[in-house]
């Protein structure tokens, strides 16, 4: 079977900075739901559009196509007092968007003087990523998933 519309596609992907430096690997095969459900990123999506299992797809998206730019707003410095005692670079926090009301999840980024510096941003925003990816498996998507807008059972979301 090839890749089209309300198809559950399982793929294993490698992804590189703009280094060729390996960031990021999956293990265990992901699942999406083809055909425009956000499931993954639309050009990758694209690319995958007609394949079969055993097919590669090696494309490289610009920052505005796969975790978006930097968005200087989105980078704080805040008190400390305000953070639980054992903070560290590295730890996340959620705290809504006064301006959207969304939750949004911040990484902190420093500490010094006092101050953390917190940053809203995806950790790969403003960088161009190169996605490899092998299908694994392709499927007719159940009437339950495609209504869902999202694949389930093992490798998918689980209810």
């Not at 797809?57 to 805040?78: K, M, Y």
């Amino acid at each position: 079977m090839n890749i089209e519309k309300n198809s559950v596609v399982t793929l294993h992907y490698e992804m590189y900075d703009v280094n060729n430096e390996l960031i990021d690997k999956t293990e265990e095969p992901i699942a999406y739901l083809h055909g425009g459900y956000d499931g993954i990123f639309p050009l990758m999506e694209e690319a995958l559009q007609g394949k079969a299992v055993g097919d590669v797809v090696d494309i490289t998206l610009s920052p505005d196509d796969a975790f978006g730019e930097q968005e200087p707003e989105l980078v704080r410095v805040e008190p400390l007092d305000v953070f639980p005692t054992d903070v560290e670079v590295g730890m996340m926090f959620e705290a809504d968007d006064p301006e959207t009301g969304d939750v949004l999840v911040y990484r902190v980024t420093d500490i010094a003087d006092g101050k953390a510096i917190v940053d809203g941003n995806h950790p790969l925003a403003g960088m161009r990523i190169r996605f490899k990816a092998t299908v694994d498996g392709v499927r007719a998507a159940t009437e339950e998933e495609v209504t869902h807008g999202h694949a389930h059972g093992e490798h998918g979301h689980h209810h």
